[in-house]
């Protein structure tokens, strides 16, 4: 069935991947005094690895994975609480996403190129907090990423069939609760998006979630 032949969109998760499977990730060792931002940067020294583009370093894993570089992902953590968000890859790459990512749950400060969000503020000052109350640095061991490639339903765009599955994986019920299952082992998680995700713009019957090995999941509209 080729793309235009889709009378819906199909999303093509890859399993769960490990952050630091996937990357090199770069201590953040400044100091900071917990939730101080002005505005959407987080009041603290430069981080300790630079720019953005050097929050996560790629190794041959993520080079060897076949997710494309556009679509859809969903990034968990565990710490201190089960926490998951769910974000477009389409104007950018999902690597340029991710380190913006990176940089925000650390609350690193690698300048005005990324904006510390409303769902990130208060989810990276708690992170700080416990990695700080426990002595531990925080490597993102606990990260957790789902990349989707989309192959669009006819007569939409790659954004509008992914801001339409964006939408319902934000909503609370399913598929969101199988998704954060299989991403942390868990029920339920904190939702680190800082409103209902990008407006649906197309108007889509329905869809199916592929997880591989002839697992699919049916997408109500």
């Known amino acids: 069935m ?11 998760l890859t399993q769960p991947l490990a952050l630091p499977d996937l990357f090199d990730i770069p201590l953040d060792d400044t100091t900071w005094e917990p939730g101080r931002y002005q505005g959407n940067q987080p009041e603290r020294r ?43 890859a ?35 000052t708690s992170r700080y907090h416990y990695h700080t109350r426990h002595g531990l640095q925080d490597t993102l061991a606990d990260a957790v990423v789902m990349l989707g ?5 006819s007569g939409t765009s790659l954004r509008e069939s992914c801001k339409w599955y964006e939408s319902r994986l934000i909503r609370d019920g399913e598929p969101r609760h199988t998704l954060i299952s299989l991403l942390l082992g868990s029920t339920n998680a904190q939702r680190l998006n800082a409103n209902g995700g990008s407006k649906a713009v197309a108007s889509i019957g329905g869809g199916h979630i592929s997880l591989g090995r002839g697992v699919s999941i049916s997408v109500s509209a």
């Open 2 to 12: 080729t793309i235009g032949q889709l009378s819906f969109p199909l999303l093509r």
């Open 46 to 88: 430069p981080s300790s690895f630079g720019s953005v583009g050097r929050a996560l370093v790629p190794k041959e894993r993520w080079h060897s994975l076949e997710a494309g570089e556009r679509g859809i992902y969903i990034l968990g953590f565990s710490v201190p609480e089960p926490a998951v968000y769910v974000g477009l």
């Open 90 to 124: 389409v104007g950018e790459t999902f690597l340029s996403r991710l380190r913006k990512h990176r940089a925000k749950v650390t609350a690193s400060n690698v300048g005005a190129g990324v904006s510390h969000t409303g769902g990130w503020k208060p989810f990276a």
């Open 149 to 153: 490639r989309c192959e669009v339903a």
